[in-house]
């Protein structure tokens, strides 16, 4: 995990200056803070649960757009894919 168990949130509060950010922007903010861009490398990161790591990382730092959408997982695995190299959707542009 990041530099400490709350640093997802520290970051949405200091940071953002609000305590709920866009999900997708959490999600480009933890692979980045843990340095992931491949597949392989989001999998060794959820290695043990799957992707509940990564989703609840999520929910904790946009609770507003999470609880808009019906399905946030597929939401998020939907993006997720788009900007890690070696999956099939992926599409550098969009990195």
């Not at 997802?8 to 480009?28: G, P």
């Not at 399905?71 to 993006?79: A, C, L, T």
């Amino acid at each position: 995990m990041g530099i400490t168990e709350n640093m997802d949130e520290f970051v949405a509060i200091y940071h953002h200056k609000n305590k709920d950010i866009n999900m997708y922007e959490a999600l480009k903010y933890i692979l980045t803070i843990e340095n992931i861009v491949t597949r392989e490398e989001l999998d060794k990161y959820c290695e043990c649960d799957g992707r509940k790591l990564l989703y609840k990382r999520i929910q904790n730092i946009s609770h507003t757009h999470w609880n808009k959408i019906e399905n946030p997982e597929s939401s998020i695995r939907g993006k997720y894919e788009t900007i890690l190299l070696g999956y099939k959707n992926y599409n550098h542009k969009l990195k």
